[in-house]
């Protein structure tokens, strides 16, 4: 018998291109007498990148674009706090049960992942009466091991979770529509963001604060989150970072992971020789997107590697900017406009490099 899985990713166009690596990834470990509906929640995707994505489809694989705007009339969008490389789209993970309120059950990605196993095994599993199942939070984990007193205070005082241990990771999430929809899922949410206001991890602490006690939790091959150790090779690190349950499933996962979720600052593709990352290109080879990856790496570090050059210079590019202020004061004619020129593109480039530095 044919089945139908749902698979549900957001995006803006940034992440367009990395969205395009874990759409192939989930493709190519699609079973074929399976047909699976992928829904793009899109956050602003160019018509050129949509089409990129689309053409990877198959003939039981269907990609479609969701616009969510319709489904956040009249909320106040300030409300979403962002920081970090979050941005808005994440919170579209919200609006899921109303946006698809006719199926029984979705299966939700980030598009920092890739898939290695058919999704169809995860969405069929046997959620036991929960509206949500996840992989418990590595990162978290490990906080809560070290004792980060601060941390700690703002799992159970803030986000009001009884059990901080049980805090998921929300990149991996089946979704029971129906109990969802019954629990008033996306209304507590915001109620409990315009309570919060400035969530530490944005959406996925609002998911933790309301859904606490209602996740049936799944093991970390299917969420396996590259980023929450140093360095995922080194045994006795890890074994002195976790909890002794939840170092032998991750050691476990890592052996066999069925998702790799590059979660974090470091992503593939600005790291391309850190361990685990060598399969998430060996995908973006597959889709349209690979020569434009490489090309914005590059140019991404040229930049940096200019901006480097005018911060050592800085004091240089000071001196040359009142020089030729002087000059502009003192002279006439076209050697003056001369001057004022290049006064104003040494102003331009002292007003960059203060930028660069103030992280903007």
């Known amino acids: 018998m044919t089945v139908t899985i749902p698979v549900i990713l957001s ?6 291109p990395y969205l395009g690596v874990t759409v192939k990834s989930v493709i190519e470990n699609a079973a074929p007498d399976n047909k699976y509906e992928i829904f793009i929640l899109d956050g602003g995707i160019s018509v050129l990148n949509q089409k990129q994505i689309q053409s990877l489809s198959e003939p039981n694989v269907q990609i479609r674009f969701i616009r969510p705007e319709t489904y956040m009339q009249g909320i106040d969008l300030s409300v979403f706090y962002v920081r970090s490389h979050f941005s808005l789209p994440t919170y579209y993970r919200l609006f899921i049960p109303e946006i698809f309120r006719e199926y029984d059950r979705v299966l939700y990605l980030d ?3 890739i898939v290695l196993d058919d999704v169809a095994k995860l969405f069929g599993l046997d959620m036991q009466g929960k509206m949500l199942a ?5 990162g978290i984990q490990k906080k809560l091991l070290f004792n980060d007193k601060n941390f700690i205070h703002y799992l159970k005082d803030v986000l009001k979770l009884s059990a901080p241990s049980d805090y998921l ?9 129906k109990r969802l929809r019954q629990f008033d899922f996306m209304n507590k949410c915001l109620e409990t963001l315009k309570e919060i206001k400035t969530p530490l991890y944005v959406d996925q602490d609002i998911i933790n604060s309301v859904s606490e006690g209602n996740v049936h939790f799944i093991g970390q091959e299917w969420n396996f989150q ?3 150790v140093a360095d995922v090779f080194n045994e006795k690190e890890i074994s002195q970072s976790l909890p002794p349950d939840i ?6 996962a890592l052996a066999h992971p069925k998702i790799i979720h590059y979660a974090g600052e470091e992503k593939p593709w600005k790291y391309p020789r850190h361990p685990l990352f060598e399969q998430w290109w060996h995908y973006a080879r597959m ?16 930049v940096a590697a200019e901006k480097l050059r005018e911060i050592f210079n800085y004091k240089k590019l000071s001196l040359k900017y009142l020089y030729f202020n002087f000059l502009g004061f003192f002279t006439f004619g076209k050697k003056r406009k001369k001057y004022k020129q290049k006064r104003k593109e040494l102003k331009a480039r002292l007003k960059q490099v203060r930028a660069f530095l103030r992280g903007k």
């Open 226 to 228: 590259r980023q929450a």
């Open 11 to 16: 995006s803006d166009d940034i992440y367009a």
């Open 287 to 302: 889709t349209p997107f690979y020569e434009g990856i490489i090309y914005d790496n590059i140019m991404k570090n040229f």
């Open 247 to 252: 170092f032998e499933e991750f050691t476990g």
């Open 134 to 138: 996840a992989v418990k939070d590595v």
């Open 169 to 177: 990771q929300a990149g991996v999430l089946v979704l029971d529509i």
């Open 111 to 113: 598009c920092d992942m």
